[in-house]
Structures are given as structure tokens and as C-alpha cells.
């Protein structure tokens, strides 16, 4: 049974830029949560997917936007990319309410 | 609003057992959660305990909810050097039809032999 996946592993991008990146949940899950991780730091919520919609959102820009396909696989993206934005991006997927989140191995995005 | 906090690092002998502690604020229902992250990887969900327990035990994991302070450990028996890694205390209330952890800032926990 694999766990939850995601891609890219590393990316490195400049100020400006946009970025996807892509998380696969565990099998049987249908709800996708996404985390920023900035050094040193737990984990942030920035959103969460269930049925194709975003059903709770942390505190964060509107350059940060997501999508869940109808497999239950999801996007971040990030606009306008800032430095401030060089964290490890974090996809965990649970079933229904998400009392249980499993973690993938996270995606390390740089921002020159 | 939620705010949990942790001490930063724990220094331990391979062998002994290590006690990792925190606080949290929010007093609504809620899920209490230990998660271990080791370098380069993501969160491995170790434990969870709901608000109305006191206590979980898990082979060499127990975990402690002190309710009235607020207060939850994560007690490690017999720590190996495989043990050592960051460990995450977080809290979770159910808002918006779904659980929503936050995290504390994590303790790095060292194991030497």
C-alpha cells in the first residue's frame, strides 16, 4: 500500500517565478491538507481539499492556490514567488474529517 | 486560539527514557498529537490521544494528558540511537467539518550511546 507521494522532491526557482507541486494521498483517503515548513518550525496549514473544494484555509495570500482532481491527488501552486517562500512544502491526506493525517516526504522549494 | 509550545532539545543516553513535554491552550474537545520527523523526511505519526483520556500506551510509547494544566508527554522507553530525530506535539479542534493540527516548534531529541 503506498503511502502519500509527492513531487517534485527539490526545486529551486527565482523571485517572481510560479510553481505546481503535486501529492498523491494514501490509498482510501479522500481529503488532502497542505503545510509550509519553514526551518526550524513546525508545520503550517495553508489549506485543505475534500470533494474538489478547499474546505478550510490557514492564514495565507491569495498566491497560494490549490486544486484536488477527481482521484483525490491535489496542487499547490504559488504566485509571485518571494524568498520568504524557501520552506518544505508539506502534503498530508486523511479520510473524512482528517482526525488521522498521513504525511508525505514533503517537497524542499528555494526561492533566489 | 491555539498556541502549543515545547522545549527545543533533549539530550538523552541510549538506553534511559526520554520524557518530552507540552503545553497547549485551546480547552474545547480536541485530539492531542506526537509526530516524529527525521532529517530530509516528512511527519511520521507516532501517537493520538483524545481530550478525555488520560493516558495511551503504545509498545515503547506512552503518552500522559495532564487536562487541568493543559499538559501532554510522550515517554519513550528504552531510547535507541534511531530514536533520535525532532518530535511534534500538536493540537487539533474540529472546526469547518474537518480536524486541523497545529503544531508546536518541535523538540530535537539527541540520543548518545
Known amino acids: 500500500d503506498a503511502g502519500v507521494t509527492q513531487s517534485p522532491t527539490h526545486l529551486i526557482k527565482t523571485r517572481g517565478q510560479q510553481v505546481t507541486l503535486r501529492c498523491s494521498p494514501k490509498s482510501g483517503h479522500d481529503t488532502v491538507s497542505w503545510y509550509q515548513q519553514a526551518l526550524g518550525q513546525g508545520p503550517q496549514f495553508i489549506f485543505q481539499?475534500?470533494?474538489?473544494?478547499e474546505r478550510q484555509r490557514g492564514n495565507f495570500p491569495d498566491r497560494f492556490s490549490g486544486h484536488q482532481f477527481p482521484n483525490y491527488s491535489s496542487e499547490l501552486n504559488v504566485n509571485a514567488l518571494l524568498l520568504g517562500d524557501s520552506a518544505l512544502y508539506l502534503c498530508?491526506?486523511?479520510w473524512g474529517q482528517g482526525r488521522e493525517q498521513f504525511f508525505g516526504p514533503g517537497t524542499r522549494l528555494t526561492v533566489l | 486560539g491555539e498556541d502549543v509550545e515545547q522545549s527545543l532539545f533533549l539530550s538523552v543516553r541510549e538506553g534511559d527514557s526520554s520524557v518530552i513535554n507540552c503545553t497547549y491552550t485551546d480547552s474545547s474537545s480536541t485530539y492531542l498529537y506526537w509526530y516524529k520527523q527525521e532529517p530530509g523526511a516528512g511527519l511520521q505519526l507516532l501517537t493520538y490521544?483524545?481530550?478525555?483520556?488520560d493516558m495511551k500506551q503504545d509498545q515503547r510509547l506512552t503518552v500522559l494528558l495532564n487536562k487541568k494544566d493543559k499538559h501532554l508527554s510522550l515517554r519513550i522507553a528504552d531510547t535507541q540511537t534511531g530514536d533520535s530525530a525532532i518530535y511534534f506535539c500538536?493540537?487539533?479542534?474540529?472546526?469547518?467539518?474537518?480536524?486541523?493540527?497545529?503544531f508546536g516548534r518541535g523538540t530535537s531529541l539527541i540520543v548518545h550511546p
Open positions: 490521544i483524545f481530550s478525555n483520556m
Open positions: 481539499y475534500y470533494e474538489e473544494e
Open positions: 500538536a493540537e487539533s479542534i474540529r472546526t469547518g467539518g474537518s480536524y486541523i493540527p497545529t
Open positions: 498530508a491526506s486523511s
